[in-house]
């Protein structure tokens, strides 16, 4: 199993672009999540997934959308990207979305995103 | 929101030395874990408690449940060079999500 991937690794944007962070996992993990970390600040959940075609907002959701088409797949877009958005990314996935377990999540390696 | 609050913020030790660091919260949380971070790594889980007074171990590293259910103690035993990394502690809390504690950074002197 590849577990949780996520490209780009690096990424620069200009202020006003947009683009989309991809985010995939081969462990059949019913729950995705995205997450953004800043330094001193710990981890902030922007979006989640519950199931193909279940979405919802996390703590800051506000600049990104997503979408859940697949198990597989979770892409994090930037509508139009900001300077505050400068972060590094982190996609996570876990197996099941109620009990015991549910948030022994897997983390991608991360997309570094510097906005100018 | 809910605030987490994970100390020390970093800790520089001797090779061999003992490690603890704790979070508390001011609510209730029904499950605690805690990750260890690689510098351009993605968080990797190593403990995860379920119930209030729970004591797990994995190998070098102690974690504990807190009676209250509001904090969380990790403590890592006569530590080693690759033990360095940043320790997040998180918490469930009663709607299934997790709140992150900004981190432990361990650092091991030459």
């Known amino acids: 199993n590849a577990g949780v991937t996520q490209t780009p690794k690096f990424q620069v944007l200009k202020t006003g672009q947009s683009m989309t962070l991809q985010c995939a996992q081969d462990?059949?993990?019913?729950?995705m999540s995205w997450y953004r970390q800043d330094p001193g600040m710990g981890l902030r959940l922007i979006h989640y997934?519950?199931?193909?075609?279940?979405?919802d907002q996390g703590e800051v959701p506000n600049g990104y959308n997503v979408s859940r088409s697949t198990t597989e797949d979770f892409p994090l877009r930037l509508l139009s990207a900001a300077p505050s958005q400068t972060s590094v990314y982190f996609c996570?996935?876990?197996?099941?979305?109620?009990?015991?377990?549910?948030?022994?999540?897997?983390f991608g390696p991360g997309t570094r995103l510097t906005v100018t | 929101g809910q605030q987490l609050n994970q100390s020390p913020q970093s800790m520089f030790i001797q090779e061999g030395e003992d490690v603890s660091m704790n979070c508390t919260s001011s609510?209730?949380?029904?499950?605690w874990l805690w990750y260890k971070q690689d510098p351009g790594e993605g968080p990797v889980l190593l403990i995860a408690?379920?119930?209030a007074g729970e004591l797990t171990s994995n190998g070098r590293l102690t974690a504990q449940f807190g009676i209250t259910r509001k904090d969380s103690f990790l403590n890592i035993s006569a530590s080693i060079p690759s033990d360095v990394g940043i320790y997040f502690c998180?918490?469930?809390?009663?709607?299934?999500?997790?709140?992150w504690g900004a981190g432990t950074k361990l650092i091991i002197k030459p």
């Open positions: 996570a996935s876990s197996k099941n979305p109620t009990g015991t377990g549910y948030n022994e999540q897997y």
């Open positions: 997934s519950v199931g193909a075609g279940i979405t």
């Open positions: 462990m059949n993990h019913e729950y």
């Open positions: 609510s209730i949380f029904n499950t």
């Open positions: 408690l379920y119930k």
């Open positions: 998180a918490g469930e809390d009663s709607n299934y999500q997790l709140i």
